[in-house]
């Protein structure tokens, strides 16, 4: 069964420090999704993204992060300048159709930590 | 602005038993979608039920059903003969219908079942 992917399970970075999350959706997908998760906490919607634009950011989508679909296969999210507050799991989800009828599927997630 | 209210931090259940999940949420939305989603330890979102909010037929997913109650603004998760494998962290999600659908969760209840 296809699944959506995410590297790397986990990446420790230093404040400051530039990471780039990388994730690989389900191939006939449409719309992606970045989510975050603070340990403990709910779920939060970062942005999606749908023929290669941001549909809707939500407010912690700041200037210093990002999103870009460089080929065809991989989405990813860069963040700039790491704080420690932005230490979480880092979900991916895609989905094949634009209605909200199709399901999200998502990644198994990328634990950042910022030192 | 779409909220969903999970009031039960945690619930536990005997193998076998049977137990529900509340779920309330708030929108102003006539055409939106709610799921159920499972975070295990592993910490990964598996999709668990969906429902189509003009569907007036409670989804079923073998085990796993739902109340739907449209007019109350209420969506509570059935798991019945409830095994070891169902523990994990629980999450109820709204969407709107079209556009980027972002799924908006509540803060998750944590399941465990007791041998």
């Known amino acids: 069964e296809p699944e959506v992917t995410q590297t790397p399970s986990h990446q420790v970075t230093q404040m400051g420090q530039e990471v780039i999350l990388r994730c690989v959706p389900i191939s006939n997908h449409l719309y992606f999704y970045w989510y975050r998760q603070i340990l403990g906490q709910k779920v939060e919607f970062l942005v999606s993204?749908?023929?290669?634009?941001?549909?809707?950011k939500s407010e912690i989508f700041d200037d210093q992060f990002s999103v870009e679909r460089p080929d065809g296969s991989n989405f990813t999210l860069k963040i700039r300048s790491t704080k420690l507050e932005d230490s979480a799991m880092y979900f991916c989800?895609?989905?094949?159709?634009?209605?909200?009828?199709?399901?999200?599927?998502f990644g198994p997630g990328t634990r950042l930590t910022v030192l | 602005a779409q909220t969903v209210t999970q009031s039960q931090p945690e619930m536990s259940v005997q193998e076998a038993e049977t137990v529900t999940l509340s779920c309330t949420y708030d929108t102003s939305e006539s055409d939106y979608y709610l799921f159920w989603y499972k975070q295990p330890p592993s910490r990964q979102m598996i999709l668990v039920i969906r429902q189509e909010a003009y569907k007036q037929q409670n989804a079923t997913e073998n085990r796993f059903s739902v109340n739907f109650q449209k007019a109350a603004k209420s969506f509570s998760l059935k798991i019945s003969d409830s095994q070891l494998g169902d523990a994990a962290m629980y999450f109820c999600?709204?969407?709107?219908?079209?556009?980027?659908?972002?799924?908006?969760f509540g803060k998750g209840t944590k399941l465990t079942v007791n041998p």
């Open positions: 999600a709204h969407s709107k219908g079209g556009g980027s659908e972002k799924l908006v």
């Open positions: 993204f749908y023929n290669n634009e941001i549909s809707e």
């Open positions: 989800a895609s989905k094949a159709s634009g209605g909200a009828s199709d399901t999200q599927y």
